[in-house]
């Protein structure tokens, strides 16, 4: 099992940043890869960015690509997510999630922190 915590969520204006943060527990060895996804109300679960827990090919959502940046920190067994440029349709609540070495889904979640962008 791992245990996902994420934070840094909040309100914020059209174009400012947040940085959100996600640390991990348990089982953390087990980890392959660690993403985040977002949920905006009424809408479907959407990918934003990816990258290997060793540190390696980070990929983006076209929708961020340019303006959010992932990263993690193996030591500390946390993740982090920069997001600059925000949008109004960034709005949504935010999910960390993981996927074992082997496995084609994402196993482990957390339980999301809210973003909301004002206009």
């Known amino acids: 099992q791992v245990q996902l915590v994420e934070s840094g969520g909040g309100l914020v204006q059209a174009g400012g940043s947040l940085r959100l943060s996600c640390a991990a527990s348990?089982?953390?060895?087990?980890?392959?890869?660690i993403a985040w996804f977002r949920q905006a109300p009424g809408k479907e679960l959407e990918f934003i960015a990816a990258?290997?827990?060793?540190?390696?090919?980070?990929y983006y959502a076209d929708s961020v690509k340019g303006r959010f940046t992932i990263s993690r920190d193996k030591l500390r067994n946390t993740a982090s997510l920069i997001m600059n440029s925000l949008k109004p349709e960034d709005t949504a609540v935010y999910y960390c999630?993981?996927?074992?070495?082997?496995?084609?889904?994402?196993?482990?979640w957390g339980q999301g922190t809210q973003v909301t962008v004002s206009s």
């Open positions: 999630t993981t996927k074992n070495a082997g496995t084609p889904r994402y196993g482990y």
């Open positions: 348990g089982r953390t060895f087990s980890i392959y890869t």
């Open positions: 990258i290997t827990w060793d540190g390696g090919s980070p």
